[in-house]
């Protein structure tokens, strides 16, 4: 029986069920696959696990592995089988050149001093302190995840929280969510708005809401231009691994490129040449669609 584009000729609220469902059952499945590992082959219980009490590596080791299952589970695995199954092109095409490649990536390297005075700026807004919880324990959690002591524990925090990320936030938020909105509101600028908005709300980390915001919005423009969905990809795993590396002892010298300081001079110098940067890069990708 062929599958592909099964449901394709479904309303837009039934797809929207589907995915939904493929979403619901698929980290579900991923979860419990996630446990049923940990009970085979570790010492480990699911109580203690589950407790995220970090007492040892291989707890913490534990809990990043259910990590990414979920995050597969939740984002591509469902995002995935929705195109397949509803025949929705998700934009996986290599539809730009090695010179979009190369601004891409500087447009990384250079924006982190304004997302840092941003992320100082919306730190200083009145939080209430029940979201604030959402904030700490996320930090509490980041920072053992990212206590490396070898190539091993950086090459499985680059899986997790680096590439496991980036494509299936992609798939979900660039890939699928913002080509419907698109499609149902014909006004791609308020798309990407919208979609922004969202990928940050789902972090649940009230005081980087705003930095994370801005990058969003880089990321989709970096799709509505180059109609490629591995640019924004590969855009946020370079933003996610910079942060996983330089917290690697090795490196951890020039963890000031990542760190949330920066003086209103720097953000400014940041601003202006990711402004320009873009608009080459929006130069670029129009001559190669032309």
Do not use: C
């Given at each position: 029986m062929r599958l592909k584009g099964i449901f394709k000729e479904k309303s837009?609220?039934?797809?929207?069920?589907?995915?939904?469902?493929?979403?619901?059952?698929?980290?579900?499945?991923?979860?419990?696959?996630?446990?049923?590992?940990?009970?085979?082959?570790?010492?480990?219980t699911l109580i203690a696990v589950?407790?995220?009490?970090?007492?040892?590596?291989?707890?913490?080791?534990?809990?990043?592995?259910?990590?990414?299952?979920?995050?597969i589970g939740l984002f591509i695995?469902?995002?995935l089988l929705y195109g397949y199954l509803c025949d929705f092109d998700l934009k996986l095409n290599l539809n730009f050149n090695r010179q979009s490649l190369l601004l891409v990536i500087a447009i990384m390297l250079l924006i982190n001093p304004f997302i840092s005075f941003i992320y100082e700026w919306n730190k200083s807004f009145n939080i209430p302190d029940w979201m604030l919880v959402f904030d700490d324990n996320a930090e509490k959690i980041t920072n053992y995840f990212l206590k490396?002591?070898?190539?091993?524990?950086?090459?499985?925090?680059?899986?997790?929280?680096a590439i496991i990320p980036a494509m299936g936030e992609e798939?979900?938020?660039?890939?699928?969510?913002?080509?419907?909105?698109?499609?149902?509101?014909g006004k791609p600028h308020v798309a990407i708005i919208i979609t922004a908005i969202l990928f940050s709300a789902i972090h649940m980390?009230?005081?980087?809401?705003?930095?994370?915001?801005?990058?969003?919005?880089?990321?989709?423009?970096?799709?509505?231009?180059?109609?490629?969905?591995?640019?924004?990809?590969?855009?946020?795993?370079?933003?996610?691994?910079?942060?996983?590396?330089?917290?690697?002892?090795?490196?951890?010298d020039y963890a000031y490129l990542t760190e949330?300081?920066?003086?209103?001079?720097?953000?400014f110098f940041s601003f202006m040449a990711v402004g320009l940067l873009i608009f080459l890069l929006q130069k670029n990708l129009s001559i190669k669609k032309g």
């Open positions: 837009s609220t039934g797809k929207l069920g589907i995915l939904f469902l493929l979403m619901f059952v698929s980290v579900i499945l991923h979860t419990l696959l996630a446990q049923a590992v940990i009970v085979l082959f570790t010492d480990l589950s407790m995220m009490q970090f007492t040892s590596q291989s707890e913490i080791d534990a809990v990043k592995f259910i990590q990414m299952l979920s995050a695995t469902p995002t490396m002591n070898t190539l091993g524990d950086l090459f499985f925090n680059l899986l997790v929280i798939l979900l938020f660039r890939g699928y969510l913002q080509q419907k909105m698109t499609q149902w509101l980390q009230f005081q980087g809401f705003l930095p994370r915001f801005a990058l969003g919005l880089v990321l989709g423009y970096l799709f509505y231009w180059s109609g490629s969905l591995w640019l924004p990809i590969i855009a946020h795993l370079l933003n996610n691994a910079m942060a996983v590396t330089f917290a690697y002892p090795t490196f951890s949330n300081t920066a003086t209103w001079q720097q953000a």
